[in-house]
């Protein structure tokens, strides 16, 4: 499993000047659960109790401490929002060191805008922080629990202007997901299914549904049961041994009670980023209940893991809108614990819906994600944007240099047919991703990418080891598709028409009027990384196979469709020359970068002297931060971080720093190698950008500077 992610740091060299900053002074209010020392909130010391917050406190530019562990009573609210923020003076709700929010389980129910929550959000500018370490937390919520009861998180409406990062949200309800019994026996009244653990992972008076039974007397879609041992036992009519028995736990489901880490309803200009969120229904929850009722949405670098949907929503009424919606560079992974035996929890890493008679979604882009882990059986897309009951989802909408490894251990799926990305759009760009599936990805139910629309344009990407490359709707019959990678598929496309037909190559080349241009081959090695960075290895097929999209990417912005002229890991794309396929590049490119994006410019100071240092690169230019380190792959970390740092007129005797704090440098060869403590980048701050070096020799002012922003 991977580490949390805190931030995707983009590290650069950056030239001082001598212009001076004033800060206006913003108060600081500390609570804790209940009072402490004088009680006056000057400090975690003198916290006063968060039942004590009132408007007053809420005031723009101020900063409300969490001090320790706030512990509510089940289904009760712990903080609401009282006053606005203002532009540049946010007011900032941060967790201290350790600090945890935390209830058997929060306020919930079986609406995406309930309006309640652990902490309620209806005020403009404000910033949830989580610091180093906050937690917002159920303890005894989900199967096998004391509770098995619908809980939000954090839930906020009629808002602008919001950041929630930092923070590591979980355990809103545990699902164990499809338990297979051991043994089977009933008296007619009375059944019992034994596990090989305690009461088959239930707690007594909880729900369970039973199904798949041989004999159809088990079957029971809502059953009270009662733990005995490692059995459990319920009413039902079934007798004899049985055979095939699934349990599962459906106590919160799409359908009737939900449980969501962030859910949001009508907001505009918010940002999620570097937050972990982990088991729970839907980890973000996104929707539009008027005109223009979402806009601006940008949620990236999270980990998000056991849950149904990690990113969900869309419109919820007839003529609700929503635009600009940005998710990109996050891990998302792991959905087999939300199976139940109804089907009634379609798995996705993704799913923006447009919903209702001229209801409308546009200008979406989801990039440079990882998906990966057991997807389960009841997976119907990895990423899917669907239009349906009459609304319209409108370009620009893009998918690209994301990667899907399939690790599941079944072939076994519910739904009819999946793929990882749904066609759904005229016009939808699917470019440079790479999808991995396994040994049990080959069943002719698995496609890397289904068609339902004309003219999506798909390039550039790898599909390995599924039953199809893709599936195409039958009504489909206009194509703009070339320059794929294709390895071990059951057949290399299919048409659905009432049934299945499978085409070759040649066939299928013949159908598109293209996708001839070399190597899209079926049964060549794909020969890429499985793992970060994803690139492909020596030899592969995929360097130099894409097409170059540049003039497609090129000016465009970032967050969107600029991002596509660079690679999952930052590297910039060439220009003129080809492209590799899939989503890493196998080495640089020559162009430019795309602007707004790691884009990078040179400047030239007054030279106060010949023998000032000049700083040309920075290596690595991004690193992910947590609190046990510095990591390039979100596995090995270290502390202190070591960067090397390109230099002319350097020596030993350079002083660097970041930031403006003095770092340790060591030299050689015109190279310096810093050394830094990673409490310099902690806590992180709120962008993924200008983190600085600078250097000088005998004066204060370096000649060069080298700036990467986002």
């Known amino acids: 499993m991977m580490r949390k992610p805190i931030l995707f740091l983009f590290f650069s060299l950056l030239a001082f000047s001598c212009n001076k900053k004033v800060a206006l002074l913003a108060v600081d209010v500390y609570f804790a659960n209940a ?18 917050h009132v408007i007053g406190d809420d005031v723009a530019g101020n900063t409300l401490h969490i001090c320790g562990t706030i512990t509510g009573t089940g289904g009760s609210n712990i903080f609401t929002t009282l006053a606005a923020g203002s532009s540049g003076s946010p007011i900032t709700l941060l967790w201290e060191a350790g ?14 805008n309930s309006g309640v929550g652990a902490i309620v959000l209806n005020k403009n500018y404000w910033t949830l922080d989580g610091g180093a370490s906050g937690i917002i937390q159920n303890t005894a919520n989900g199967t096998g629990k004391t509770n098995a009861q619908p809980s939000n998180a954090i839930y906020g409406s009629g808002l602008s202007n919001l950041t929630i990062k930092n923070l590591t949200i979980q355990n809103l309800y545990i699902n164990q997901g499809i338990v297979n019994p051991t043994s089977t026996s009933g008296t007619g009244s009375t059944a019992t299914l034994t596990c090989s653990f305690a009461g088959c992972g239930f707690a007594t008076g909880q729900v369970a549904r039973i199904d798949s039974c041989s004999v159809s007397g088990y079957n ?15 009413s039902s009519t079934g007798t004899g041994a049985a055979t095939g028995c699934r349990i599962s736990d459906e106590q919160v489901n799409e359908g009737s009670a939900l449980a969501f880490g962030i859910n949001l309803v009508n907001v505009s200009t918010v940002r999620i980023t570097s937050n972990v969120l982990h088991d729970m229904l839907d980890g973000i929850y996104l929707v539009s209940t008027q005109s223009g009722g979402l806009s601006n949405i940008e949620i990236d670098h999270n980990q998000i893991y056991n849950t149904n949907i990690m990113v969900d929503g869309g419109t919820g009424c007839n003529g609700c809108t929503g635009t600009g919606i940005y998710v990109h560079d996050n891990s998302l992974h792991d959905m087999v614990n939300w199976d139940e035996g109804a089907n009634q929890n379609h798995h996705n890493f993704i799913h923006l819906f447009a ?16 998906m990966y882990g057991d997807p389960g059986i009841e997976q119907t897309t990895s990423v899917n944007f669907e239009p349906t009951a009459g609304g319209t989802i409108n370009t620009p909408l893009g998918v690209f240099n994301n990667v899907r490894r399939n690790d599941s251990g079944s072939s076994s799926h519910t739904n009819s047919a999946y793929g990882d990305v749904n066609g759904n759009v005229a ?11 396994n040994s049990t990805s080959q069943s002719l139910i698995n496609a890397g990418i289904q068609i339902a629309q004309n003219n999506i344009v798909e390039k550039n990407n790898i599909i390995d080891n599924y039953g199809w490359g893709r599936s195409v709707s039958s009504t489909v019959t206009t194509f703009s598709v070339s320059n794929h990678i294709t390895n071990r598929l059951g057949g290399y496309a299919t048409q659905m028409n009432g049934g299945f037909f499978s085409y070759t190559l040649t066939t299928w080349q013949t159908l598109t009027g293209g996708e001839a241009a070399p190597p899209s081959v079926n049964g060549s090695a794909v020969n890429v990384q499985t793992s970060a960075p994803w690139k492909p290895n020596t030899g592969s097929p995929a360097i130099g196979a894409g097409a170059n999209l540049y003039s497609t990417c ?14 999952i890991n930052g590297v910039v794309r060439p220009s003129a020359a080809a492209w590799d396929a899939g989503a890493a590049q196998f080495s640089g490119g020559s162009g430019p970068s795309p602007p707004g994006g790691s884009q990078i410019t040179f400047t030239t100071e007054p030279l ?11 290596s690595p230019a991004k690193t992910y931060v947590t609190s046990k380190g510095c990591s390039q792959d979100g596995v090995k970390f270290l502390n202190p971080c070591n960067f090397a740092i390109t230099c002319s007129n350097c020596s030993a005797a350079t002083a660097l720093t970041l930031n403006g704090q003095t770092v340790q440098q060591t030299y050689a060869t015109n190279t310096m190698t810093a050394s830094v403590p990673l409490s310099m980048l902690l806590p992180v701050p709120s962008k993924v950008t200008l983190q600085n070096f600078a250097a000088t020799n005998s004066t204060n002012v370096p000649i060069l500077s080298r700036r990467a922003g986002r």
């Open 220 to 234: 029971v879609n809502s059953a009270t049961v009662t733990v005995s041992g490692n059995a459990i036992q319920y």
């Open 427 to 437: 016009g939808m760009i699917i470019a440079n991703n790479t999808f991995l599936g």
């Open 99 to 112: 600090a945890i929010v935390q209830a058997p389980y929060f306020p919930g129910g079986s609406t995406v």
């Open 355 to 370: 919903s209702g008679a001229g209801a409308v979604l546009d200008t979406m882009f989801f990039y440079n994600n990882v």
């Open 608 to 618: 106060p002297t010949a023998t000032q240092p000049t700083l040309t690169a920075v």
């Open 35 to 52: 009072a402490t020392g004088s009680n006056n909130g000057s400090n975690c010391a003198n916290a006063r109790a968060l039942s004590s």
């Open 554 to 567: 090129n000016g465009q912005p970032v967050p969107g469709l600029g991002a596509l002229c660079s690679d």
